[in-house]
């Protein structure tokens, strides 16, 4: 836990990253179509930086028109093209910067792990079965190191989601949970979260309000956990909050119909996001969507929909992995919808700023 004599220093610290970032040319000039393309974190086909879906995206990088880059398993080919991509779009970027996204929690998900070469990291069922937090942390180390070595400055975990249900097919089943009991859990992903600060990854909590109850998996389809969901999944979110040790999260696909009492799943309510997780839990980082093409959402949501209830709830970062019938111009038109629903009052500029501001903030923390 960071001690109460440090917390001042480390915000002090983050409102001079923050300063440095805003004053730099351009920053306050940015266009509002430029502020919504760095809401934008895309995935794209592709296995090297000279595939044309690499080359593609890094164009729309440089243009202003995506701010993150999320790469999933069919995008790993080698160490050398990985880093070959990530270079390209760090580049493509230059002084705006960019959120360059990996799912690097361990065992069962680990992209860099030994088929390419990387060091395979236990999940996170076997690391707290067999270790300490502080003797755990030498793991979670070696995940942002590796993370960071090969170009990505965002790792989209801890899971800190509760062993509610054993046999949970997203959860349980792959190990992906620390444990059932709240301060346990904390405990390790706070460890998780300090060695990736340490090492200028930037880890993303999963899955807001907490995944570890359901039955069924929300990459395929809606998951309702009203009935199985307990108030004490919220706990790891709250404690690490308030520790200062939750620099991103992510809202799950999941329905509760208590949470987010405006009938949609918690990762596009406003209840759910603004009301619980910044309004009663006062979370005030960063806050990126799941994929907003999983089953769960794109099955129920027409996409110009999603987008606006995404944004108004209080998301940041949109990840769009666009692999649903892969479209080259999607960050255009995914601009152009949101610009228009700005244009006719769906969505208002201060929404944008806001996330906008956020995002600047979170680069800081990671920049090269």
């Known amino acids: 836990m960071i001690s109460s004599k440090l917390r001042p220093m480390m915000t002090a610290a983050l409102v001079l990253a923050f300063a440095t970032v805003s004053s730099q040319p351009g920053f306050a000039e940015e266009k509002l179509e430029t502020k919504i393309g760095q809401m934008l974190m895309m995935g794209f086909q592709g296995t090297s930086s000279r595939s044309a879906g690499a080359k593609r ?78 003797a755990a942390k030498a793991g979670f180390l070696q995940l942002a190191k590796i993370s960071r070595s090969a170009g990505f400055n965002m790792n989209l975990a801890p899971v800190v989601d509760l062993l509610i249900n054993p046999k949970n097919p997203v959860i349980g089943k792959w190990r992906r949970s620390y444990g059932r ?9 706070r460890a998780f979260v300090q060695a990736h600060m340490e090492t200028k990854v930037l880890p993303v909590l999963k899955h807001f309000p907490g995944h570890g109850s359901s039955r069924s998996d929300s990459h395929d389809g809606f998951v309702d956990i009203s009935g199985s969901w307990q108030k004490q999944e919220l706990l ?65 949501f027409g996409y110009k929909k999603t987008l606006i209830l995404a944004i108004n709830a209080g998301v940041d970062m949109l990840m769009i992995s666009n692999s649903r019938r892969p479209d080259p111009n ?23 700023n806001a996330a906008y501001n956020r995002i600047v903030a979170a680069k800081a923390k990671v920049a090269w």
């Open 57 to 134: 995206l890094a164009s729309q990088i440089k243009r202003g028109q995506v701010g993150g880059v999320v790469m999933l398993g069919y995008n790993f080919k080698s160490q050398a093209s990985v880093k070959g991509m990530t270079s390209l779009f760090k580049r493509s970027a230059g002084g705006r910067g960019i959120l360059l996204a990996v799912d690097m929690e361990g065992g069962s998900v680990q992209r860099l792990g030994r088929k390419l070469g990387y060091k395979s990291v236990s999940s996170a069922g076997s690391v707290a079965k067999r270790m300490s937090p502080d």
């Open 236 to 300: 790891p979110f709250k404690m690490l909050i308030e520790s200062g040790d939750a620099p991103a999260v992510m809202p799950g696909h999941l329905i509760h119909k208590g949470l987010a009492s405006d009938g949609v799943p918690v990762s596009i309510s406003k209840a759910a996001i603004t009301g619980v997780l910044r309004g009663r839990l006062n979370y005030q980082g960063l806050v990126v969507s799941d994929d907003l093409q999983m089953g769960a959402i794109a099955k129920n």
């Open 330 to 352: 999607l960050p255009g038109k995914t601009i152009a919808i949101i610009m228009d629903a700005v244009k006719t009052g769906q969505i208002s500029p201060a929404t944008i």
């Open 181 to 189: 009991d709240p301060e346990k859990v904390t405990k390790y992903a």
